[in-house]
């Protein structure tokens, strides 16, 4: 998978925990805990697990000893995780980090998360190629596994103030959303209901919810990179690079005047196997 820089993922983090669903995360700990014994170790597979955000947000809402494997392709990234396990939220029960460098392209799912009691993933679908997401949701479904993806992105995204070439910045960045991302051309905006097909087609429960970004004006250095990025990906897909440069700069005059505020859809999914 592609790499994401450390910085991004820590200024993202705090929009990231306010867009999450915690109804769906409630109903996903709590399928957890009916089905572990009491006294037993919860274990969990997050995939794309990047600077753990899935693991900051959920852990200690889980009132058990828990055994996290932690897959990513960025070795850095896990390592900078695994350094900064002190500053996780306390919750009073055993947290084992099991930190696994894994080229998701070529495993065997069903093998890789075979002995565990559910799966997460935050911000990851929207990467993955529809055929990809079928073996995903085949190896789950085989496993009788809950699956909650969190934060993935839809394609719908606003700014305020409006410009005259938002529409089409954005309409380049959903088109570059679908490019090869290292698990063959990427669903972009397409992921969510795709898996929601996957997981249904296999008799699953699923429910999905909004997660959307919402960055107020004190985001301002979230803002300026999330804006950097939109712009990469516009020139690359043919807008104009002067109009694109000229725009960006019109953004982040508005940002470092307090009056930014950008809305950028997600949906958050939950999958629950059919009862036995």
């Known amino acids: 998978m592609s790499a994401f820089s450390s910085i991004w993922l820590d200024l993202r983090y705090p929009v990231d925990l306010k867009a999450r669903s915690k109804e769906l995360e ?12 009491i006294g037993s170790t919860v274990h969990i597979v997050d995939l794309g697990a990047g600077n753990g955000a899935t ?29 900064k396990k002190r500053s996780l939220p306390r919750h009073g029960y055993a947290l084992h980090l099991s930190p696994l460098q894994v080229d998701l392209s070529t495993c065997r799912l069903t093998t890789l998360f075979s002995g565990h009691d559910g799966i997460t993933t935050s911000a990851f679908l929207d990467l993955v190629c529809l055929a990809w997401l079928g073996k995903l949701a085949q190896a789950i479904a085989e496993l009788k596994l809950p699956f909650l993806a969190s934060l993935t992105y839809n394609g719908f995204a606003e700014c305020s103030p409006q410009d005259p070439l938002d529409a089409e910045i954005i309409d380049a960045v959903n088109r570059h959303q679908q490019q090869e991302k290292g698990l063959g051309l990427a669903l972009g905006p397409a992921a969510a209901h795709e898996t929601q097909k996957a997981f249904s087609s296999r008799g699953y ?43 960006l700069a019109r953004r982040q005059k508005l940002i470092d005047e307090g009056r930014s505020k950008i809305r950028v859809g997600h949906t958050d999914l ?5 009862e036995s």
């Open 55 to 83: 693991l900051k947000a959920m852990a200690h809402r889980i009132p058990r000893d828990q055994l996290w494997t932690l897959i990513d392709n960025d070795a850095s990234l896990l390592d900078d995780l695994i350094d």
């Open 205 to 247: 429960s699923v429910e999905t919810a909004e997660s959307d970004w919402i960055s107020e004006a004190g985001d301002q250095l979230f803002q300026k990179e999330l804006l950097s990025g939109w712009a990469v990906a516009a020139k690359e897909y043919g807008v104009d690079a002067a109009e694109v440069n000229a725009w």
């Open 270 to 274: 939950l999958a629950l196997p059919p």
């Open 26 to 37: 409630d109903q996903y700990i709590d399928h957890l805990l009916a089905k572990v014994p």
